[in-house]
């Protein structure tokens, strides 16, 4: 069974970066070169928000939010994919979750504030 592990969520100050990690289990295949991989987050009371992708020929999207400031990146060989975040503001606080397919992780918590 494939599973997802996030990590690197943390308490930073405005301004500041976090590298978050997901790194797939449970398989022998190299799921970031066969799915794309995407990460979402959500805020207390608000709905879960893609914000970045990656496919399998790690072609990038992101929302115009995390523009210029979040980087979506993998490593096949690890099985994994990182989400570099830079300048975060109060509004990146959220719990981020990364998916492949119908698979999530269960989340890790980032908390921007002074």
């Known amino acids: 069974q494939v599973r997802l592990l996030e990590s690197g969520g943390d308490l930073v100050q405005p301004r500041g970066s976090l590298r978050l990690s997901c790194t797939a289990s449970?398989?022998?295949?190299?799921?970031?070169?066969?799915?794309?991989v995407n990460w979402y987050r959500q805020a207390p009371v608000q709905e879960c928000d893609l914000v970045a992708s990656i496919s399998s020929l790690s072609s990038t999207n992101y929302v115009d939010f995390v523009k210029g400031r979040f980087t979506i990146s993998k490593n096949r060989a690890m099985n994994t994919s990182y989400l570099q975040m830079t300048n975060l503001n109060p509004e990146d606080t959220a719990v981020y979750y990364c998916?492949?397919?119908?698979?999530w992780g269960q989340g890790t918590q980032v908390t921007v504030t002074s």
């Open positions: 998916s492949v397919e119908d698979i």
């Open positions: 449970g398989t022998s295949r190299s799921i970031c070169s066969i799915y794309t």
